[in-house]
């Protein structure tokens, strides 16, 4: 079993920066991709950013540009710059690992002056 837990969201200003981090536990053994998705209130869930592990990242055109995707194996992290209010949202990161996601419990992000 994997357990992810997500850390660093909070209450940002429009134009700041935060860095979200997923640390994972468990039985790990062969990761294919690592992934951040946000939802807001009444929105479906939306994918921000994945880094496979034998790919480079991909980010959405919401994103691009702003949100970077990063790892040194554990935990990853989710560098996230120009903040903007349509930003705020739980965030949470997804582990997949031989067909199988696993998921933490999220953390929130608001943006707001």
């Known amino acids: 079993q994997v357990q992810l837990v997500e850390s660093g969201g909070g209450l940002v200003q429009p134009g700041g920066s935060l860095t979200l981090s997923c640390a994972a536990s468990?039985?790990?053994?062969?990761?294919?991709?690592m992934s951040w998705y946000r939802q807001a209130p009444g929105k479906q869930r939306e994918l921000v950013a994945l880094i496979p592990s034998t790919s480079l990242p991909h980010y959405p055109d919401s994103v691009k540009g702003r949100f970077t995707i990063y790892s040194d194996k554990n935990p990853v992290y989710l560098q996230m710059n120009s903040l903007k209010p349509e930003d705020a949202a739980v965030y949470c990161c997804?582990?997949?690992?031989?067909?199988?996601?696993?998921w933490g419990q999220g953390t929130q992000v608001t943006v707001s002056s």
């Open positions: 468990g039985r790990i053994f062969n990761i294919d991709a």
């Open positions: 997804n582990e997949l690992e031989g067909g199988k996601g696993y």
